[in-house]
Every structure is written in structure tokens, then in C-alpha cells.
């Protein structure tokens, strides 16, 4: 359930053992159910992804608590809340304990910056109700003098608090194997000094954590027996530490609890908790220090929510909206010494992919985090010149700093994709001069010299489909072709950017070549869809004839689950070559020749929709064809509707912005209400990996496609921030006749959209917080519309054709530009005898 809180938007629910969340700030990240237990889970390193995390080492496997009377060696474990909470506050969890006459409120939430994580819990009295440890003081009560007072009413009652860790301090996945990070035994020590203990690996003095509150435990424990409520795998130690907490009926209780990682800087997780407990307790048990790291956590919570507010008459999509906003900002993962930028997905990928970072880097930039944005480009480029065999973007980095895989070819141009809307949202002369040489040099010396050299449009390489037969350097992919011509058209517009127009004539003329010749030669004009693969059948069975021996040598090595994939795979294109030889009309020896276009019906037709690959014709026929039963199941697009009936949340979102670009707004939003059936199913608040509630439960690209299409292109928006130019040209869907963005950062100035449409009519309102900017407001009008009338700020104008950048193949319609005023009211009539078609 969603509501509007003091502290901002929040989610609640009724917790289970089933759902996780992650609570993240840049330096630390923790993973638990809904109910607060640590069940081992995840498959990269298996049974330890979730817990504590200061990447690239774990802290724990897991934190627990426990309250007790004095004198009673009995633990009540707060393991079954009433309420599961999040909110700009952190995340909140409440009790309702009989057993003891209390209310438990526990909430935690992380220090900006640093790799510590703070618990508070509040007990309170409940009303009515005298705690245990009063009960038995009664009869004395009852007998004292009437002349004492009565001093029930303020009576003080005790209760023990413990908190119970479990460490298992270890390297992120494959560390072992990459650079000798051995798992040592875990240690623990109380120190006197800090009133808490000090976790660290055997093996690694620097592995280290430090554990207590702001107060000084009244008992300790430390050692391999101590266990909480769970028993948890690896080779961690255990520690409690118990704290007296006295409950007046007058008010509540507050205790506040440190969990440390290593410092950001140089120090230890000591170091750290001792900074941080520094200083007299001011409030709720925390000290100036920690008072003021709250109130910049809260403020950097709220950030999202309070940028780029939709407003649409549908309240659901709004909520959706609203928290993919949040999502994404909140994965971004600083790692002190080796970079920067934002993870793919917890719980199992906590760190750094080119696809996922170029998808998920666009719904950061109208929401304010463009600084988060510009550094996932920056991290990705460094590694990429130092460590890609192709000097290109890598595709997977792990969070100690070394390549797991090299990047897909794929990669390159959705990377200039983000690099030129980076640059569209924020104007970072700096960062384009930076990152336009390594885009141009690595477009040079690995995509476009395989054309050269095979004298071919489309080069050969990795497509974003991880399937054997798709995941070659030797197969030209329909993704690869897409986005390269996207990225070719984009990376000529920074070009001009920045004064070489020669070069921006060439890198045009080469996406109008490399786009032109898919349209023609990859087209299956009987299936209304491009062909997956394009070579020819000699090659083609080459490509499965070694699938083929490869799928054998797998099962002689005992790898069925590798052995099944390339069968799987070699089977496609066995059945491909089948189908489409016998419908040939050509002799033998020229259609072994001849390279073709290959229909293996995987998602990839989305994609090219989203790069703006078809013509306006081809793209009605894909997304006909995408809507029907073969290629959708309820929460989304298939990942191949021949073979895999499996839905992830990129393919629907991307299916969703290539609606979108072709001016088909209808389609694309019930695309993104199909995806938002899967909301808070894995998560509350989250779209997970697969849908409707697979994979990492909180992922990155799952917010391209609720986010980016409404910004983009039902209302857009596209800035030219280095100019201090807005073009505004809305094409919204027909189920919203009112509409609006607000609060939209445009480097120091904010943006107010407003939409009024009807039938016949659509009425664009500007407010913009300084008025030394250029806005162009306009619409985009489908091929059969008139305009019979329009009027900027009352008074008549006529409108101007103008072609889209990007190539859309769209045209649209501006009116004159305005500067020297904050305020812009568009209104725009069309004929409406000419509205024969919808989007």
C-alpha cells in the first residue's frame, strides 16, 4: 500500500518470509525478508548474496533481535512483525509483543557515504497494560502508606535488549579464484574503548566490521556459538551484546545500534564507529553526527520522489512511476580506489554491466541524479580503455576491479546512446570531450573495421541475447545492427557539438547506409519481422555444426546444463535452415551463397524498435505482430516465442519506448500496464528481472521502460542543456486528457509540463524557473492530421515542420521560440474530420 507520509512517499504491508528487500547507499547494502531474517540465498557465490554487504567484501550474514527480563535467561526474538515499512525514514518494522506489554518499532537506515548501517528500535508501554516486570511489585504496592504517592502511573519498568550477529566476512564472487582472497576464519573481540566488537577475517586484517550502539552494553558475548534465530552458512563467528533499556509509562524507549564496514577513506570499521558514535547522545540515542548523516539520508531518499512528479488519471502507473524513479537512484555503487556507478540488480548482480548501465542511465537524468549517471558512464570508460580486449565497453566489471567478460558487441553503441543523452540533459562539456574519443575510437577499431574488412554494413559480434547461437563474434545480429545505427546518428550530433562537421557528415552517412540496408535485406516481408541473424546458409550451418560438436564435448565433460543450451541452440538453426531453405526459390548453389536474413523469433524485434531501426511501415507490421498471444504472456514480451516463454522486464520496456517512438502512445502504455502487473510482487515497491517474480528482485534496467517513455516522448522533452534550449513535443496517450511533470531539473532551472488534450485538440503549458532559456513547444501529429488553428500565449502563430533528431522518422510541429519569459501556453487544433487512425 502506498500513502503520503511527513517524511515523503512510503510503502507498507503485512511482512512474510517470502519477499526480500534491500536497503543501499553507495558504500553498504543489506538484504533480508520482510519479516527481518537472513536466509541464505543467491546463486552467484550460493547462499551468500544476501546479508550485509561493503562491496567488494561481506560483513554478515546477519543481524537479529532480542528482548528479555532481567534475570530470565528467555529470549523473545523480534522475528514476526505486524508492519513492514520503507519511506524516505528508512526501512520500518513494527512488533506488538503481549508477552512483555510492549510496541517494538525498529527502523534502519544507512549513513550517506560510508559502510555503516544504523538500527534504532523504540519501545513504548502498551497502553493499559503493566509490563511483567511490574506485576510482581503490586502486592508491595498495595501495602504501602497512603501518604506515599502514587507513583504508578510513572512507574519504570526493564527489559534487556540484545543484539546477535553473525559475521562472515569474505570477497565478492570469484575473488578467490581472481586474486587469491582466501576465506579465512572469522574473529571477534570486544573492545573496551568503543563499548563494541570488532569482526575480522583471519586471513585479511582489513576485513573488518565493528558492532554496537551508541551506549555501552551492560553484557557481551563473543564466539562461534553465539547464533541468532538462524543458522547461516560460511565460516563466520558470532557475537551479542545487551543492553539495558527502561520503559516509562510517561514515554517511549530508544536505543540506536552501529553495524560498520571499512571507512570510505583510509581506516578501519573502528575507525569508522568511532567517528561516528563521537559526541553526546541529542536524539533518539544518536549523536550530532549521526543526526545530521539522517537528515541528508532522508533528503537524498526523497530526491526522486520529489523531481519529475507524473501526474496522470491513472493512480496505479503513477505509484509505478514514482518508485522505478527511486529504484534507480538507489543503485548506485561507490567502490573507494576502484569506481563508481550504478549494479545491475541485487541480490545477484551487486556490480557493474555495460547493457545495464546504458538502459538504466536514462531514467537517472530527468529526476536530478545526473551525477550518478555521469559517473556510471565514466567507471564503465575507464575500465574499458584499461581492461577490454577491444578497448571497448566491458560487459560485466566486478566490484574489486577486474573484467568478468569482455563487452557484447551490443554494448559499444548503446553506450554512445547514453553518452549523447548524458550530454543532451546535463550540457558537461567536460565529460563529452572526455568519452567522445574513447566512443569514436572504439566504434573505429572494432565494430566499423569488421565492416571494412568484410565489406559488410553490420558487423559480426555479440547480440544482447545470451543464447549460444545469438552470443558469437562471428554472426551478424538484428540488435547489433540497430543500435549501431542509432549510435552512429547519435555520436555525429556530439560531433557537431563539437565543431567537426566532416566527421558528422561521414558517421550520418554511415547509419543511413547501415539502416538502409537492414530495411531491405533483413526484412521478412511475409512474417513482418526482421531476421534475427543474417548470413549465409553455408555459414549459418557452419555456426550450428559447431554448436553442435560443442554441445557433445559439454556432455562428455558431465556440463548438461551447458550441453542443453547448445543443443538447444543448434536445434534453432537446424529448424531455421529447414523452414526458410525449402520456401527458396533460388537454385542450391546461390542460395548457399547468398546471405539472408534468419528468423530464430527472439525478442531482439523489440529492440530494434527502440533503436528507431524500421520504417514507419515496417514498424506498424513488428508491432502488430508483437501484440498478438505468440509473442506475449501477461506480464510481458517473450523472450522467444518459439522456444522461451519466459518474460524479463527489458525486452517489455524497451517494446514500450519503441511504441512510443513511433508514435503509437496507446500501445506503449498498455505495454508499461503489463509490465506493472509484476509490481511489488518480488518487492514491494519493485519491477523484478523476470517477471512477474524472478531473478534479482530489485534490477536496474526495469526502470527504463516505465520511466523513459513518458519523458522522452509522451511528453517530449528534450533538452539541450549546453544551450539552454528545450524542445517540448508531446504525444501523449489518448487515456490521459490531463497530465503533467513537474519539478524536472534542467541544470539550475526546474520545468513544469502540463497537458490538456482532447479529441481534436492539445494544450501545452511551459513553466520554466528562469527565464534566459529557449523553448520551442510543439506537438508530433500523426500522418493524417491537419492543423486548423494554434495560438502561443494567446495569440496566433503558425506552426513549422521540423525532422526529429535521433532519426524518429517523425515530423514534427514547432512553434516559434520564446525567450525573456518563464511562462508558455500552446494550444493546437486539428481538423478533426481527419482523425481516422489512433496511434
Not at 172 to 192: F, K, N, P, Q, V
Not at 497 to 517: K, M, S
Request: aromatic share 8%.
Amino acid at each position: 500500500m502506498y500513502e503520503e507520509q511527513q517524511d515523503g512517499p512510503a510503502l507498507q504491508t503485512h511482512p512474510d518470509g517470502k519477499r526480500y528487500y534491500a536497503l543501499s547507499g553507495r558504500r553498504l547494502y543489506t538484504i533480508a525478508t520482510l519479516e527481518g531474517r537472513f536466509p541464505d540465498v543467491g546463486w552467484h557465490q550460493p547462499g551468500e548474496m544476501g546479508g550485509l554487504w561493503a562491496p567488494p567484501i561481506k560483513l554478515l550474514d546477519g543481524y537479529w533481535f532480542a528482548l528479555r527480563l532481567p534475570g530470565s535467561e528467555e529470549a523473545l526474538w523480534l522475528t514476526a512483525p505486524e508492519r513492514w515499512q520503507w519511506s524516505a525514514a528508512g526501512v520500518t518494522f513494527s512488533y506488538t509483543l503481549p508477552a512483555l506489554s510492549l510496541a517494538v518499532e525498529r527502523r534502519e537506515w544507512i549513513v550517506p557515504d560510508e559502510s555503516a548501517l544504523v538500527i534504532q528500535l523504540t519501545l513504548r508501554a502498551l497502553p493499559g497494560s503493566d509490563h511483567p516486570s511490574q506485576q510482581q511489585a503490586r502486592p508491595r504496592e498495595a501495602r504501602a502508606s497512603k501518604a506515599e504517592p502514587d507513583l504508578r502511573e510513572a512507574a519504570v519498568s526493564e527489559v534487556l535488549c540484545g543484539l546477535v550477529v553473525r559475521s562472515d566476512l569474505h570477497g565478492a564472487w570469484m575473488a578467490e579464484e581472481r586474486l587469491g582472497w582466501h576465506d579465512g576464519e572469522d574473529l571477534a573481540e570486544y573492545d573496551e574503548k568503543l563499548a563494541a566488537v570488532v569482526l575480522r577475517d583471519a586471513l585479511h586484517p582489513t576485513w573488518t566490521a565493528c558492532v554496537g550502539a551508541t551506549v555501552a552494553p551492560v553484557a557481551w558475548q563473543v564466539g562461534n556459538s553465539i547464533w541468532g534465530p538462524e543458522r547461516t552458512g560460511g565460516r563466520g563467528t558470532g557475537a551479542a551484546l545487551w543492553y539495558r533499556c527502561q520503559i516509562s509509562s510517561a514515554g517511549a524507549a530508544q536505543l540506536s545500534f552501529l553495524i560498520t564496514g571499512p571507512a570510505r577513506s583510509a581506516g578501519s570499521a573502528a575507525d569508522l564507529f568511532a567517528r561516528l558514535t563521537r559526541g553526546g547522545l541529542v536524539l533518539g540515542g544518536l549523536t550530532p553526527v549521526l543526526v545530521e548523516a539522517q537528515h541528508r539520508a532522508q533528503a537524498e531518499s526523497r530526491s526522486p520522489f520529489e523531481h519529475c512528479v507524473l501526474s496522470s488519471p491513472d493512480l496505479a502507473f503513477n505509484e509505478v512511476f514514482a518508485w522505478s524513479k527511486a529504484n534507480t537512484a538507489r543503485l548506485l555503487l561507490e567502490v573507494p580506489g576502484i569506481g563508481a556507478g550504478l549494479m545491475a540488480g541485487l541480490p545477484d548482480f551487486p556490480w557493474w554491466f555495460g547493457c545495464d548501465t546504458a538502459y538504466g542511465v536514462l531514467p537517472l537524468l530527468p529526476i536530478g541524479q545526473t551525477k550518478a549517471a555521469v559517473l556510471s558512464l565514466r567507471t564503465l570508460a575507464a575500465f574499458g580503455e584499461r581492461c577490454d580486449p577491444h578497448g571497448a565497453v566491458p560487459h560485466e566489471v566486478l566490484p574489486y576491479g577486474q573484467l568478468w567478460a569482455s563487452g557484447n558487441l551490443v554494448e559499444l553503441p548503446l553506450f554512445v546512446r547514453a553518452l549523447y543523452h548524458t550530454y543532451c540533459w546535463t550540457g558537461d562539456q567536460g565529460l563529452l570531450r572526455e568519452l567522445f574519443p574513447f566512443c569514436l575510437q572504439a566504434l573505429r577499431a572494432w565494430p566499423l573495421a569488421d565492416c571494412d574488412r568484410r565489406a559488410t554494413p553490420v558487423p559480426h559480434g555479440k547480440s544482447i541475447v545470451e543464447t549460444p547461437e545469438m552470443a558469437s563474434e562471428e554472426v551478424q545480429a538484428l540488435d547489433v545492427a540497430a543500435y549501431l545505427a542509432e549510435a552512429l546518428d547519435c555520436l555525429a550530433t556530439l560531433a557537431t557539438e563539437l565543431d567537426d562537421p566532416g566527421l558528422a557528415t561521414d558517421l550520418r552517412q554511415r547509419a543511413a547506409q547501415t539502416r538502409a540496408h537492414v530495411r531491405d535485406a533483413w526484412w521478412v516481408p511475409h512474417e513482418g519481422l526482421f531476421g534475427d541473424l543474417y548470413a549465409s546458409p553455408h555459414s549459418l550451418r557452419q555456426h550450428q555444426i559447431l554448436l553442435q560438436t560443442r554441445a557433445e564435448e559439454a556432455s562428455r565433460a558431465s556440463e548438461e546444463g551447458e550441453a542443453q543450451a547448445l543443443q538447444e541452440a543448434a536445434a534453432a538453426l537446424e529448424e531455421a535452415l529447414q523452414e526458410q531453405l525449402a520456401s527458396s526459390g533460388s537454385s542450391r548453389a546461390q542460395a548457399e551463397e547468398a546471405p539472408r536474413p534468419w528468423l530464430l523469433y527472439h525478442m531482439v524485434q523489440a529492440l530494434a524498435l527502440d533503436a528507431g531501426l524500421p520504417s514507419l511501415t515496417q514498424a506498424s507490421s513488428l508491432l502488430a505482430r508483437l501484440q498478438t498471444p505468440e509473442w506475449q504472456e501477461a506480464c510481458g514480451l517473450v523472450l522467444n516465442a518459439r522456444r522461451n516463454r519466459a518474460v524479463m522486464t527489458l525486452p517489455s520496456g524497451a517494446l514500450a519506448v519503441g511504441a512510443a517512438r513511433y508514435g503509437h502512445a496507446d500501445q506503449a502504455l498498455a505495454w508499461m500496464q503489463r509490465m506493472s502487473t509484476a509490481f511489488g510482487l518480488a518487492s514491494p515497491g519493485t519491477l523484478s528481472e523476470y517477471a512477474p517474480d524472478g531473478g534479482c528482485f530489485l534490477q536496474l534496467w526495469s526502470s527504463y521502460g516505465i520511466v523513459w517513455p513518458v519523458v522522452h516522448y509522451f511528453f517530449g522533452l528534450r533538452p539541450e542543456v549546453a544551450k539552454r534550449r528545450l524542445l517540448c513535443i508531446p504525444q501523449p496517450p489518448s487515456s490521459w486528457p490531463r497530465a503533467a511533470l513537474r519539478r524536472i531539473p534542467l541544470a539550475s532551472a526546474s520545468l513544469d509540463v502540463e497537458l490538456t488534450v482532447e479529441q481534436d485538440s492539445l494544450q501545452v503549458q511551459l513553466t520554466i524557473s528562469e527565464p534566459d532559456w529557449e523553448l520551442l513547444p510543439g506537438l508530433a501529429l500523426l500522418p493524417n492530421q491537419r492543423i486548423c488553428e494554434a495560438r502561443l500565449n494567446g495569440r496566433p502563430v503558425t506552426l513549422h515542420p521540423v525532422q526529429l533528431t535521433g532519426f524518429e522518422e517523425r515530423t514534427i510541429w514547432l512553434a516559434p521560440a520564446l525567450q525573456q519569459t518563464t511562462a508558455y501556453e500552446l494550444l493546437v487544433r486539428w481538423s478533426p474530420s481527419a482523425i481516422t487512425a489512433g496511434p
